[in-house]
């Protein structure tokens, strides 16, 4: 950690997909990262919206920042990404783990992408190894490999603030789900275990919150809180109880809603697809494809 100030974070919660991006920047240099922006997405009308994002953007320029970085945990599931519209509003370089790859190469013969389609990552300005350093103004960072959501996802340390992705709820929510292609319980258990070996005071802050309907909605919370109090690997709760619970659970959890739109534009770092002839956007929707 460097010796600076620590980092500002400021959270914008999505309700319609229960979302949190952030803006996080060093306040003496005004340099910053967004991390996981949010396209607002319609699907009864197929509609796509800058909402979200456009909160977002206000902050940024309100605040005076210069971003350097637009980062993804994932290739997220349940929303679409507004990576690229925030790129065009106030800059920044989008990136994400280096094994979007793999999450590449699963998802593109599910949507017919077809030979014009390479999973290289290169629709990322930037793909992170696992302890890559890098900087947002003064404030050390480092990208943190933690699979087990899918093969891709990757936390973001930057000084005493972890970006966790889906990797981590809340400690009353408790994990992320396994079950996707490329997902395993047994990793994710270890990624998490990665997370809680960091100092009890670190930030955690998470990309989801889905509250029980006695609070409302949190995303930050600590080391220390979820080595105590997560309801699925907190008190020390070993491998072998976490996989069985975690792969028990998961086999009652429907396909999220916007799954099929969400990543076919993820994969592409946000991009949405190229109009057709008549000058309109297409998403494909397979059918019979996922789910039982």
């Not at 920044?92 to 290289?120: C, H, K, M, S, T």
């Not at 404030?139 to 891709?152: F, I, K, N, S």
């Not at 809340?170 to 395993?184: H, I, L, N, S, Y």
């Not at 009652?252 to 076919?264: F, G, H, N, W």
Request: hydrophobic share 45%; charged share 20%.
């Amino acid at each position: 950690m460097s010796n600076s100030a620590s980092p500002v974070v400021q959270a914008f919660f999505d309700p319609a997909t229960a979302t949190v991006s952030y803006v996080v920047h060093d306040p003496a240099t005004r340099r910053a990262a967004v991390v996981d922006p949010v396209l607002d997405f319609d699907a009864k009308s197929g509609r796509t919206g800058t909402r979200s994002a456009q909160a977002l953007v206000d902050w940024v320029q309100a605040q005076a920042l210069q971003v350097d970085w637009v980062l993804e945990t994932h290739a997220h599931a349940d929303h679409l990404s507004a990576a690229p519209w925030v790129r065009a509003q106030v800059g920044g370089r989008i990136a994400i783990g280096a094994a979007i790859r793999q999450v590449q190469a699963a998802f593109a013969p599910l949507f017919n992408l077809g030979p014009d389609f390479q999973p290289d990552g290169l629709d990322f300005d930037h793909l992170f190894e696992d302890d890559e350093a890098f900087a947002v103004g003064e404030m050390a960072a480092r990208a943190l490999a933690v699979p087990g959501h899918t093969p891709a996802d990757i936390a973001f340390q930057i000084d005493d603030a972890v970006f966790v992705g889906d990797t981590l709820f809340m400690p009353d929510v408790g994990t992320a789900r396994a079950d996707f292609p490329g997902g395993d319980a047994t990793q994710l258990y270890r990624s998490i275990q990665r997370l809680l070996a960091l100092p009890a005071q670190t930030r955690l802050f998470v990309c989801h919150d889905y509250p029980p309907t006695n609070r409302e909605p949190r995303w930050q919370t600590s080391v220390a809180e979820q080595r105590a109090h997560n309801l699925h690997v907190g008190g020390g709760r070993s491998e072998a109880e976490f996989v069985a619970l975690r792969q028990a659970r998961d086999a009652t959890l429907e396909v999220p809603v916007l799954i099929l739109p969400s990543l076919q534009v993820n994969i592409r770092a946000g991009q949405l697809p190229a109009p057709a002839a008549n000058g309109l956007r297409y998403l494909q929707l397979p059918l019979d494809a996922l789910g039982a």
